[in-house]
């Protein structure tokens, strides 16, 4: 079983991101909040499981399993917030949609939503005691003179929203 886990259609949490919640939270933070997750592509079907159970399941084709981008607590509220990103394979997208994943006071992750990305710079998660927001950065546009505008994405209530261009 523990080759299954592990097999290439797999992935977890990363050293990195271990090592950064070992040196951020300490180890009894990692017991106590951390989820075990896991991700992969079957039969061009994506999945999330979060502590074994599948949270998130959508079409995908041409891809590899979804990463764990970021990983957030929002203590003030008592929400966990995980984003995943899609591994698009080719070379037109550096990155995929952003799958957003909630875990209210109930105890339960459910899908909070999708932001369709398909590279340049990676997003920047800034998250709070009660704050979180998804900043996608300007990208130009090769062989021209504009470019793609940024982009905000905040937690508003019970949705992921885009905040207004001024």
Known sequence: ???????????????????????????PA????????????????????????????????????????????????DERLLVFIDQPMGNACDGGPLHIIRKKEDGDYKPLGTIDFCGGHYPEVISGPKTFSINIPSIPVEGTDKTIPSEKWVLSGDHIKKNKQR
């Open 1 to 27: 079983m523990q080759d299954k886990i592990l097999s290439k259609k797999s992935s977890r949490i990363s050293m990195a991101s271990l090592f950064v919640s070992l040196t951020c939270f300490g180890a």
């Open 30 to 77: 990692l017991a106590d909040g951390l989820p075990q997750i896991s991700s992969s592509v079957e039969n061009g079907k994506c999945s999330i499981k979060v502590n074994d159970k599948v949270i998130d399941t959508y079409k995908c084709e041409y891809t590899r399993p979804p990463s764990l981008l970021s990983y957030s607590y929002l203590y003030e509220l």
